[in-house]
């Protein structure tokens, strides 16, 4: 670090304690002059990775780091735990807590509200093309978000999956998210005739409307199809593999902006040897899809069973499969349902409005609004109104 | 054998496929990490902690685990080019139902014919055994099928007569259709799953099987009480019937009934007074469902003594036949809409 002087400068004065002095004060401390004084103080603050001593170790695990050489996480950075034990003379647990805490230490700092008010508020949403599914949901199915859809078979989860692959490749220049999808399918419901008829119906819609016209140009059936990545799972493994890859997966499409997993549920409900075993890798599922959604902004849209809750009383009810280990998880919970000859989307949990349903249909193109216009009625206001730019594409939607 | 192909991929012993330094391997090995679903079940801490590697080795290790298990990567785009994404179909030798149906019988996941009590589900079954023995050029998968009775006893005079007008209509199937179906009989409910999981796999890795028919996959579990160790076996056998499809491109046909339910019931956006058995458990399952049944119209036709020549102009027969009506339920790719057709000597046919 600090070349011929290291060994001094290490027993005297930790990079901490130079940040705190000033130059003469060290040229006194290490009698050495001015300038080399400032040179030492220009490349500690210069250090790359952050200090040990700030990580927040308890001072006994600072102290025998420090004795032994280790000031900054990068000294420790590929050090294994046996090798830091061996040198530090703390155990092996301590050693693994040191590094954890070491590979975190890149905190961001912290953001205020309002920061994360106006970045929310500039994210686009993937529309569905049904004005009354876009004003329940806030504008569309939101990015950085898991949304679950549930429902009865038959009732149109992986239509609104399909859409959903369809819409998150709106060109920006219409207020779309421009970006493309992956679709992770247990169950092979997935048709590439339905995707086709929703794209060549979007790409005609695009098509009345106008924007940029370079970036309208390449929004084509073609293009759609290309940006919607399909993967087959046929058991939770290959799932969890495919989410652990998304990482990876966006080094070589790193403009991928919405996850589709048909369904959640499909290989949880089988039964597995041993349900621990179950509970466990549900779990794992979980977190792991919290990550793309947050890290790299994308939207996560996931398909849920139906099934029967039979309270004590005998009577039972319909509710989402999975129960509360997966329950939590999705910030927001659609579910449909039939009225009659009409489907109903009804929200269920959502953090920005209160409980609400719209009718929706599912046509050729896609989903659209049922033609009559006329909607459930709402428990109370909406408070999320959307924004004006997504009012561009819904202004053109005569179908 | 498929079983320990399909469920044990991901609970056996995967150490030595990566490819990855051999320190990881013999740390993996002691920590008692071998398996890919332990392996990606567990966090990047505890694996950090269990195998007592740097964070740079497990990385290292959970990409190898996870490139070796990932399915391959395709696009839309590409499954529309190689034709693998559009749904197959089974003709059904009648160009109306055909045509309805965008091509036939859906042969994607599991089909569910569903109906009352003579409405004709086991003789479109019966027609579908014929017709899938037709090479694709005509409609059909070219192979064989394999036919699980669990009612009564596989109507095989009925197939013989359908056999002998089959024939005479298409002339480019196999030189005997009886030959191509592979009959079981197995009334009881865990005789069931354990044909589908053990013997079922091994006929079809012997021989050309392109179609299962299940006839009925409701009444072994209907005869038992509806408790959650059956409902269990319910989806293992719908479980291990998807695994079969996808692993051995085969079509799943299965026939259900129906129970009569009281007051408005329209959970499957079907209003109707009549609602498929086996509940939510086999609904979830299913990828088609078709309904059948019968209409109150009638239609006249002509029916000539059997396959004979008659030379003189005798009178002929006037039969009326009850129209039936084919209607689908939910599928994938199709709307929902219905389709009338009749049930004759020589089979399944068109109303003209």
């Not at chain 1, 130079?18 to 500690?44: G, K």
Request: charge should be neutral.
């Amino acid at each position: 670090m600090f070349g011929s002087l290291k060994g001094e400068v290490v027993r005297k004065a930790t990079p901490m304690r130079i940040h705190l002095t000033c130059v003469r004060d060290l040229a006194w401390c290490l009698w050495r002059s001015i300038d080399t004084c400032e040179a030492v103080m220009t490349e500690a603050v210069g250090t790359s990775g952050g200090l040990l001593s700030e990580c927040g170790l308890p001072s006994s695990q600072m102290m025998k780091l420090l004795s032994a050489d280790f000031t900054t996480t990068d000294d420790v950075k590929d050090m294994k735990p046996s090798e830091l034990s061996q040198a530090t003379g703390l155990s092996l647990k301590e050693c693994v807590e040191v590094l954890r805490t070491a590979s975190n230490s890149h905190h961001p700092s912290p953001v205020d509200m309002l920061q994360i008010y106006q970045e929310g508020s500039e994210l686009p949403q993937i529309v569905t093309f049904c004005k009354a599914l876009d004003t329940l949901l806030g504008g569309g199915i939101p990015l950085q978000a898991i949304t679950e859809v549930s429902g009865m078979p038959g009732v149109g989860k992986t239509q609104v999956c399909l859409q959903a692959c369809v819409s998150v490749q709106l060109p920006k220049s219409v207020g779309g998210v421009g970006g493309e999808a992956v679709y992770v399918d247990t169950e092979g419901s997935f048709t590439v005739k339905r995707l086709k008829d929703m794209a060549s119906c979007a790409v005609h819609h695009v098509g009345t409307i106008g924007g940029v016209a370079e970036d309208v140009s390449g929004f084509t059936i073609e293009s759609i199809m290309k940006g919607v990545h399909y993967f087959r799972c046929q058991n939770c493994v290959e799932v969890l593999a495919v989410v652990k890859n998304i990482p990876k997966l966006m080094l070589v499409h790193p403009n991928i902006r919405l996850l589709v997993l048909d369904s959640v549920s499909f290989h949880f409900r089988h039964d597995f040897p041993d349900a621990r075993d179950r509970a466990k890798l549900l779990r794992t599922v979980t977190k792991e899809l919290i990550q793309p959604a947050v890290t790299h902004k994308m939207a996560v849209l996931v398909t849920n069973h139906m099934t029967t809750n039979v309270k004590e009383k005998g009577s039972a009810t319909l509710v989402p499969a999975l129960g509360e280990t997966w329950g939590h998880c999705p910030t927001l919970r659609l579910n449909l349902s039939w009225c009659g000859p009409t489907r109903v989307a009804a929200l269920t949990k959502a953090p920005h409005c209160q409980n609400s349903s719209a009718y929706f249909q599912v046509s050729i193109g896609g989903l659209r609004d049922v033609s009559d216009n006329t909607q459930p009625s709402t428990a109370g206001n909406l408070q999320h109104e959307p924004l004006n730019k997504k009012r561009k594409i819904m202004e053109s939607n005569d179908r | 054998m498929m079983e320990s192909k399909g469920s044990h991929k991901w609970t056996k012993n995967i150490l030595n496929e990566l490819d990855i330094n051999p320190k990881i391997v013999v740390c993996a090995k002691k920590a008692g990490y071998v398996s890919a679903s332990s392996i990606l079940g567990a966090s990047h801490n505890e694996l950090e902690e269990k195998l007592g590697l740097s964070s740079f080795h497990i990385k290292n290790f959970i990409d190898a685990v996870t490139s070796h298990v990932l399915p391959k990567k395709t696009s839309a785009w590409d499954l529309s080019q190689t034709g693998e994404g559009d749904p197959k179909h089974i003709t059904l030798g009648c160009q109306n139902l055909d045509n309805f149906l965008g091509g036939g019988v859906p042969a994607q996941g599991i089909t569910e014919m569903t109906g009352q009590s003579g409405s004709g589900k086991t003789q479109i079954a019966l027609q579908l055994s014929l017709c899938a023995q037709l090479p694709p050029v005509a409609g059909g998968l070219g192979k064989g099928v394999a036919y699980i009775c669990t009612e009564s006893q596989f109507p095989t005079a009925r197939l013989q007569q359908m056999v002998k007008h089959f024939k005479a209509k298409h002339s480019k199937g196999p030189a005997s259709y009886t030959d191509g179906i592979f009959v079981h009989h197995i009334p009881d409910m865990d005789s069931l799953v354990d044909c589908v999981r053990y013997q079922l796999p091994c006929l079809l890795s012997q021989r050309p099987i392109g179609l299962v028919v299940l006839d009925s996959v409701a009444s072994p579990f209907r005869a038992e009480e509806s408790n959650m160790e059956n409902k269990n076996l319910l989806y293992t056998l719908g479980y291990q019937l998807h695994q079969l499809a996808a692993t051995y491109h085969i079509a799943i046909v299965a026939i259900n009934q129906v129970t009569s339910v009281i007051g408005n019931n329209n959970l499957y956006g079907h209003s109707g007074n009549v609602v498929p058995t086996l509940g939510l458990t086999w609904a979830n399952l299913v990828t088609t469902r078709l309904m059948i049944g019968r209409t109150d119209s009638h239609v006249q036709a002509e029916q000539t003594e059997g396959s004979r020549q008659v030379k003189k102009s005798s009178s002929k027969t006037i039969v009326e036949y009850n129209v039936r009506e084919l209607e689908v339920i939910f599928c994938p790719w199709l709307g929902k809409k219905s389709c009338p057709f009749v049930v004759t000597s020589k089979g399944i046919e068109d109303v003209e």
